[in-house]
């Protein structure tokens, strides 16, 4: 697995694509073992550069053919129709508690939420609520790695990186609030 915690630019090659969805143009980065980043509310596809330069030193590779099961899986999820993406992930941008924070996101089910304390416990880390909410925030797979599925424990919807008004789109999808 590729370290990276410093988020300094990764030295392997990259691919990436943009497309347009129902939250606007989002940018999809993978390395060689998986999707890397999404990079969601893109003002034009030209902006992804500036991601692609922290990334990788912009040593990237525009290849829509990538990503383009992914983008049909997007297209799905959107419209209701998936509820599990089935793509390979490289978590390797996180620490590896990001990692353990990220990888349990994967088991809360389609349709359902979690508490942060609900997500804490899970990783056997029952005092780290709030570390854990710090690392649903640095989830650079958002949607694909559903920290949208995580709310406060009285319900309240909590932050997202994206905007509080995407995780509440993204959770009526699933019907899940």
Same mark, same amino acid.
């Given at each position: 697995?590729?370290?990276?915690?410093?988020?300094?630019?990764?030295?392997?090659?990259?691919?990436?694509?943009?497309?347009?969805? /129902?939250?606007?143009?989002? *940018? @999809?980065?993978?390395? !060689? &073992?998986?999707?890397? $980043?999404?990079? =969601? &509310?893109?003002?034009?596809?030209?902006?992804?550069?500036? +991601?692609?330069?922290?990334?990788? +030193?912009? /040593?990237?590779?525009?290849?829509? !053919?990538?990503?383009?099961?992914?983008? /049909?899986?997007?297209?799905?999820?959107?419209?209701?129709?998936?509820?599990?993406?089935?793509?390979?992930?490289?978590?390797?941008? *996180?620490?590896?508690?990001?990692?353990?924070?990220?990888?349990?996101?994967?088991?809360?089910?389609?349709? &359902?939420?979690?508490?942060?304390?609900?997500?804490?416990?899970?990783?056997?880390?029952?005092?780290?609520?709030?570390? %854990?909410? =710090?690392? =649903?925030?640095?989830?650079?797979?958002?949607?694909? %790695?559903?920290? +949208? $599925?995580?709310? $406060?424990? =009285?319900?309240?919807?909590?932050?997202?990186? *994206?905007?509080?008004?995407? &995780?509440?789109? @993204?959770?009526?999808?699933?019907?899940?609030?």
């Amino acid at each position: 697995m590729i370290k990276n915690y410093s988020h300094t630019p990764l030295d392997i090659p990259i691919t990436y694509t943009v497309f347009k969805n /129902k939250i606007g143009l989002t *940018g @999809l980065v993978a390395s !060689s &073992k998986g999707l890397l $980043r999404i990079i =969601n &509310k893109l003002p034009n596809e030209n902006s992804i550069a500036k +991601h692609l330069t922290q990334l990788s +030193h912009g /040593k990237a590779t525009k290849k829509p !053919s990538h990503f383009k099961d992914l983008i /049909k899986q997007f297209s799905l999820y959107f419209d209701g129709n998936l509820k599990e993406f089935n793509y390979p992930l490289d978590l390797s941008l *996180g620490t590896p508690f990001q990692q353990k924070v990220w990888k349990k996101l994967l088991t809360i089910p389609y349709g &359902k939420t979690r508490s942060y304390k609900w997500l804490a416990s899970a990783i056997k880390n029952p005092q780290a609520p709030r570390a %854990v909410g =710090n690392a =649903n925030g640095k989830n650079p797979i958002s949607i694909v %790695v559903p920290c +949208h $599925r995580v709310v $406060r424990e =009285n319900g309240e919807l909590g932050g997202y990186t *994206g905007g509080v008004s995407i &995780k509440r789109f @993204l959770l009526d999808i699933e019907q899940a609030y």
